[in-house]
């Protein structure tokens, strides 16, 4: 059996030590193993990746009770269990095709049960795939209609036993009160620039700005949308001749790699969020 | 003879026929031509390099009457003579360092009659390389003393015929008035984050954001420090693992090669400001 | 009409004055221009973008017309008028996948009449976007089969008026003969490494020599399967605890971003070649 | 007392539990630790940082004799202690006048107690730097002179205490003999291209080809002058604009940034040799 165990918690003397003890009592073999302290939290945070004979009851059991501490938060997964998605989108099809073609070739190890939209346009991708699509309009008389919304996707993540959110270009902010319930475990998407733009039209105002480089950042969503811990960045070189629409085309590439790269990341346990940051340990 | 050619006008049919029919009038040889019309100023900017057995002065006659238009700025230089730059610098070195040593091993072909700086601590670069350096306190006085130190600047500039003035981590800000004198003729770097970041100590901020990029930005300087038209633009990605210290290293780093690019495309004129943004023609 | 001229000739003063010439008796308004002059084979090329209000037949004949010197090879099209591609496949989907789906989404400006395999695994992809699928099997008996292959080839290619032959992951060899009726119309793509590996299992071999970097290069197919111009390459950074399959999916990745851009710059008029190397005016 | 404790071994069970095990008794508190098991050759590296409060002689024996395993190779230094490095050069400065600047602005955490060439031009810059510079010419009865010459570096090897042999572009063949007596303490950097060439004038061939990414590769020194486990590795895109010139200039800038990497990795005990590939820790 090839196991994941993930470890948090304040840093203090002997914990790999302590935990190293746990996977020889599983009999365990370690195959990968990452580990850091964040210094401005004083968090440790630790990822192992072991093979045991033993049965995951038994190795749960010494894994979980392996670190005393109180801030100890253990995760133990089978290697092969894949996460369970939810994604969110909108219109735009980009993030959503990359995600599905990336699962489809073994590329990305996740489950997508179910694809919801506020819109309609997208509902053949699902198709294309066979997953369920479920059309959830939102409408003008917003606050009523976001939180039946809401509500939907309650009960879509509780019957699903979905594990992460992603927004794939879901055009809508979710609510405070929602973003907090799912804390951690809602993924967004958007585009990054040198220096920062406020405000609508961001592609328009790089332009007249004469930016060099576009990007796209993908964070965990707190309740304020694009101001949780990042997890991934990247960005390419566009020169003068590039024009609002060839900024677009070129942020649309950067948002699906970023995107399906954070997503990658969490799928196989690799992400840790300390304070505003997050630890992401690359293969 | 080797020549360069640069054209900024109104766009209007014709420019290309016009200054391609004066260079055969100058028995010219085009060797690189590159043009661009920037659609929201409906600039055209060009830049032609070619070779003639003419004489100077007359090409230079048949060239700068080649278009009529009163909006035509045209200029005309032998390819073999560098421009003259003025570099001003505080306490850190790595961007005059990398001036100096890309100047020495021929990578960067302009001159540099004189280093000016605020401080004393970086003479020693400029002994090493034979170049006058001038230490120019500016005091607590601050409005005074900054008045006194721009004029003379303009003394030195006006005495070497200085084309451009490079800001390689010079730390203190000119006056409006001084960066509209020399507009277009300045060239400042620093750093750039996704997402921006305002105030001190940038990249502690970065770091407590949990940024997984950094970059830095080189831009013409206007009267706000920051705000010219952006000429190059550079990134590296960092790790959760990076230490603020790390990344100011690390931005180090990006700001000589991005500085450097910068003026080199300025030695070879292949920078336009159009409005708020560049045209840069790389080769 | 929003037109694209092409022009490749031996380089002799005066073609681009002989060229904005005939582009202002038609009317024209230059939008693009670019040029180079090869040094190695002499070899002038030029792409233009213009706008006129004449018809399309008499502007044909002013610029077919405009140089006199018999290399010159003029190519004239409407902007909006998109190249017919034809893609052959074998197994693997990423390559011909990305070339849908950046198609639907208007991001490649080709017209896919249809693909060729000489299996049957991907017909669904032609399927999923309603293009004609073949499967022509190449059997065992190579010669004879192959030559059957390529007859049906051209038949394809001169029924659909095919520009283009994209090998997208395709894992056949194609005959001399094939290839140089073909010339400068046969796009493949392959991997790259650094130091380059011959022989079978290249991934492999890869991961023995421990490199750090993988890549890719599009490259115009000539007798020879991997040794014609090329037009565009990438790579990535890999880390030693990369696998060989982690090295696979990694080359997936930039193969298709690479032949992606090497497609989109044919369908754009932006590849000339010259001798054995390109040149490719980006955008 | 801030320690790097690095192992090597053949991997089995409770490796980690054991060096953990030994920097507990330490006193020791863990600040970083990175490890990963080579599957091709079954070797256990691992680098572990940490800070404690005993004597140096103390830890030292309890970490030697953490693993019993006959193949384990232990090393314990302070973190403060610099690696000493020998520096072998020609004509070409870039490579050593890039370790030089960092080394002064302390990015570059070595010793440089002597430069040796076997030409003069460059001692100008060991001059500035306050270094030893030692002008060695290797004569044209090749066999003696280069003996001598080895047997003059081992001498200075042995004298200085050096770590580290790096060669900054030093263009002279080390004999077999030599490389073995050194093995994994010899550096090397030197051009890669996308596809690779033998022979002289590497980047007139990369010209010829018309390649679009020329790169650089740092490797360990083996018998085989380019063929030894490679450490580092960066390209940059060029288009068909640059001269062979143009791409010398290009290399030169990667060359010394990769050699630098290299170098920064080995002082801070980064770099394992597991077979004929490298293990190296990134910060």
Redesign the interface.
Known sequence: MDLIVTLACNDH??I??AM??A??QC??????????????TNTFVMRTRFETIQEFAQVEKTMKSAIKDESAVITLREYSQKKKVLVLVTKE??CL?ELL?LQE?G?MEIEIPLIVSNRNELSGHAT?HNIEFHYLPISQNEGESKADFENQLRAFIAKHEIDLIVLARFMQILSDEFCQEYAGRIINIHH?????FKGAKPYHQA???????I?A?AHFVTGDL?EG???????A?V?????PD?LI?IG?DIERRVLSRAVRNYAQDRIFI???????F??
């Open positions: 003397p002997g790999v030590f190293t003890n996977i020889l009999d365990g073999n370690i195959i990968e193993n990452q580990q850091f302290t964040d210094p401005a099809s980009h095709q073609y070739i590329e294309d990054s620039f040198l220096p920062g332009y007249d700005r004469g930016v060099k480089i990007g950042s694009d811990p990042i997890i991934a960045q990247d960005v070189h020169s003068h001749s590039a024009t060839d085309m649309r300390v304070g505003n940051r997050t630890v992401v690359h293969d």
